[in-house]
């Protein structure tokens, strides 16, 4: 197959799972796939990566009547935007259960195939931090370049990682410059889908690829999950105090930019997370 003709193309990736609370980053990109002008390039046999086991496939409904099986899934996706300088390729992604090093450099090829000139992959962590603040975002490089270039932070964390960072590697190792952007999910309402995470997460894509989706459902939505959430908050005053003790610690790490938290915080967040994780 001969490869698309795509404008300067970056790979925009999220990945269902471990890499997604709250589905902030499955949010953006299927945010980004509404907006655009959109053909499915390819699509990667689940079969190879999954354990349907741990990882089930859904049964759904198919015009009312007719019920279908929906796998896991990895789609490329060309997208185009009117008025845009460059196109882009999205990755609607599930985190695989198998042969990650196998399916890293599937998407490597695939990239190198399409021309992209930069992957970035959106991510989105559980952390102290209050659903009425501004979402923090941080974004990490692989490269001083692409650091300064795109107004990054360099990450000094060290510990377990998700396809995410295993990516990263492999666009490292292949000479493709990656990035990722990480927002900041309310522990307390992580349960949640959390529109404004995706909001804050597509405004930052936006700085830097220069293309627009339209956001107008994503801005509806965060209204309507700010207003519930600050009303099931003030209906528990334990709740509320939490809030006000995050929101007040939240200010003190912000001084600075109240909007990006350093590349520092964020991992002594995701360690809390994953400290978290394993006491449960």
Same mark, same amino acid.
């Not at 360099?154 to 000479?175: F, L």
């Not at 930052?204 to 339209?214: H, K, P, S, Y």
């Given at each position: 197959?001969?490869?698309?003709?795509?404008?300067?193309?970056?790979?925009?990736?999220?990945?269902?799972?471990?890499?997604?609370?709250?589905?902030?980053?499955?949010?953006?990109?299927?945010?980004?796939?509404?907006?655009?002008? #959109?053909?499915?390039?390819?699509?990667?046999?689940?079969?190879?990566?999954?354990?349907?086991? !741990?990882?089930?496939?859904?049964?759904?409904?198919?015009?009312?009547?007719?019920?279908?099986?929906?796998?896991?899934?990895?789609?490329?996706?060309?997208?185009? !935007?009117?008025?845009?300088?460059?196109?882009?390729?999205?990755?609607?992604?599930?985190?695989?259960?198998?042969?990650?090093?196998?399916?890293?450099?599937?998407?490597?090829?695939?990239?190198?195939?399409?021309?992209?000139?930069?992957?970035? !992959?959106?991510?989105?962590?559980?952390?102290?931090?209050?659903?009425?603040?501004?979402?923090?975002?941080?974004?990490?490089?692989?490269?001083?370049?692409?650091?300064?270039?795109?107004?990054?932070?360099?990450?000094?964390?060290?510990?377990?990682?998700?396809? #995410?960072?295993?990516?990263?590697?492999?666009?490292?190792?292949?000479?493709?410059?990656?990035?990722?952007?990480?927002?900041?999910?309310?522990?307390?309402?992580?349960?949640?889908?959390?529109?404004?995470?995706?909001?804050?997460?597509?405004?930052?894509?936006?700085?830097?690829?220069?293309?627009?989706?339209?956001?107008?459902?994503?801005?509806?939505?965060?209204?309507?999950?700010?207003?519930?959430?600050?009303?099931?908050?003030?209906?528990?005053?334990?709740?509320?105090?939490?809030?006000?003790?995050?929101?007040?610690?939240?200010?003190?790490?912000?001084?600075?930019?109240?909007?990006?938290?350093?590349?520092?915080?964020?991992?002594?967040?995701?360690?809390?997370?994953?400290?978290?994780?394993?006491?449960?």
């Amino acid at each position: 197959m001969n490869p698309p003709k795509l404008r300067s193309p970056i790979l925009v990736c999220a990945f269902r799972g471990w890499n997604d609370a709250a589905s902030a980053a499955s949010s953006a990109l299927e945010t980004l796939c509404d907006s655009l002008e #959109v053909d499915v390039l390819a699509e990667l046999d689940p079969e190879e990566y999954f354990d349907f086991q !741990a990882n089930r496939p859904t049964i759904a409904f198919s015009d009312g009547t007719h019920r279908r099986i929906e796998w896991p899934r990895n789609t490329f996706i060309a997208a185009r !935007a009117q008025g845009a300088e460059r196109d882009l390729v999205l990755l609607d992604g599930t985190e695989p259960n198998l042969k990650w090093r196998t399916y890293s450099e599937t998407v490597v090829k695939v990239a190198e195939f399409l021309k992209v000139e930069t992957v970035v !992959a959106l991510g989105s962590l559980i952390a102290e931090v209050a659903h009425t603040m501004p979402v923090p975002i941080t974004g990490l490089a692989s490269d001083d370049s692409l650091i300064e270039q795109l107004d990054l932070d360099r990450s000094d964390y060290e510990g377990p990682t998700g396809i #995410v960072g295993v990516i990263h590697d492999r666009c490292r190792a292949a000479g493709l410059p990656s990035a990722s952007l990480w927002a900041a999910i309310p522990h307390y309402v992580a349960a949640v889908p959390n529109p404004k995470a995706a909001l804050a997460l597509s405004e930052r894509l936006e700085r830097i690829t220069g293309v627009a989706a339209d956001l107008s459902g994503l801005q509806e939505e965060t209204a309507s999950y700010e207003e519930q959430i600050g009303r099931a908050v003030s209906a528990d005053p334990e709740v509320e105090e939490l809030v006000t003790r995050i929101e007040s610690e939240q200010r003190k790490r912000g001084e600075d930019d109240p909007e990006v938290t350093s590349g520092e915080a964020l991992a002594m967040e995701f360690q809390r997370f994953l400290k978290r994780q394993g006491n449960e």
